[in-house]
């Protein structure tokens, strides 16, 4: 086990120093174990290139496998330790903004049915290696498209583009979608094409969309609105206390997006009871 735990970490840095650091050995313990596990299969699973390493391709394959067999004994553990403590901890990829705007609000309820679990938020924005993360499960928002994974919708995503009040004062027409023409259109860098679906949706000329800055973030993004740099087009549910406020104006009703929220993870996961549990919960709240 101790090879194959070296190998894998070589393997996933294709750096015996990086490998090195990662399990505190030496550079050196690090080489004459690969050697050992080398000499054990009978392949070269590395070559030398200069002073550097690459894996050979039956060690790209040995290692596709053997990080996915790992995978499912470390989870097969944390279930062991969960039902041990008679509780259990979820380590929780979710979007940025959506953790903070609806999650975070909506916890207590899950800790105040759930009261000996934890649940450990990270933020992530795009695709997740749940081999090489830490993570147990993950909120994203997608298609639907995980053909390896374990995917619950949680519900649509509707879009609604959003002003500030100063740049919609004074203005009658400012609130139809007509009017956002004449605006820069601020928009999020995992969707791209979403002022496309809006522009056809309202049936406007798409040769009359002024594309401006895009963003990383949407929390960003709104505060980029607020700044007067544009118009933005956002989850209604991460805008709506902003709407009910006044603080931002809607331009327009929401639309269906193309993409929903998910809940999703590895399969050797879906039994581990902080997950069922959270699981139950939040496709009922959602």
């Known amino acids: ?52 390493v690459k894996l050979t391709e039956v060690g790209r394959r040995y290692f596709t496998e053997l990080s996915g067999a790992l995978g499912r004994i470390r989870s097969a553990t944390l279930q ?24 975070l609000p909506h916890l207590h309820d899950f800790y105040a049915a759930h009261p000996g679990m934890t649940v450990h938020l990270h933020s992530r924005i795009g ?41 919609t004062a004074g203005t009658p027409e400012s609130c139809a979608p007509a009017w956002a023409t004449k605006q820069t259109l601020l928009g999020v860098t995992s969707n791209q094409q979403a002022w496309a679906e809006w522009f056809s949706h309202y049936r406007l000329d798409h040769r009359q969309m002024r594309i401006g800055p895009s963003f990383e973030l949407t929390s960003h993004l709104i505060q980029a609105v607020r700044a007067g740099m544009g118009i933005g087009l956002v989850p209604k549910v991460l ?12 331009i327009g009703h929401a639309i269906t997006s193309e993409r929903s929220y998910y809940l999703i993870y590895p399969s050797g996961n879906e039994t581990l009871p902080a997950l069922v549990a959270f699981r139950e919960w939040l496709l009922s709240a959602c």
């Open 127 to 167: 695709s997740i290696d749940f081999r090489n993360a830490d993570i147990d499960a993950a909120i994203t928002v997608g298609a639907g498209d995980w053909p390896d994974l374990h995917a619950h919708r949680l519900y649509n995503e509707f879009l609604i583009a959003i002003a500030s009040p100063e740049a």
């Open 239 to 250: 805008v709506e206390d902003e709407l009910n406020r006044n603080e931002l104006i809607a």
């Open 1 to 52: 086990m101790s090879l194959l735990l070296v190998f894998e970490a070589a393997a996933r840095h294709e750096s015996y120093t990086r490998a090195a650091e990662e399990l505190s050995l030496s550079q050196s313990a690090i080489s004459r174990q690969i050697q050992v596990l080398e000499e054990h299969v009978g392949v070269p699973l590395f070559r030398r290139e200069g002073r550097s």
């Open 80 to 103: 062991v330790m969960s039902y041990q403590a008679g509780a259990g901890t979820l380590r929780l990829a979710t979007l940025p903004t959506f953790g903070s705007k609806w999650l």
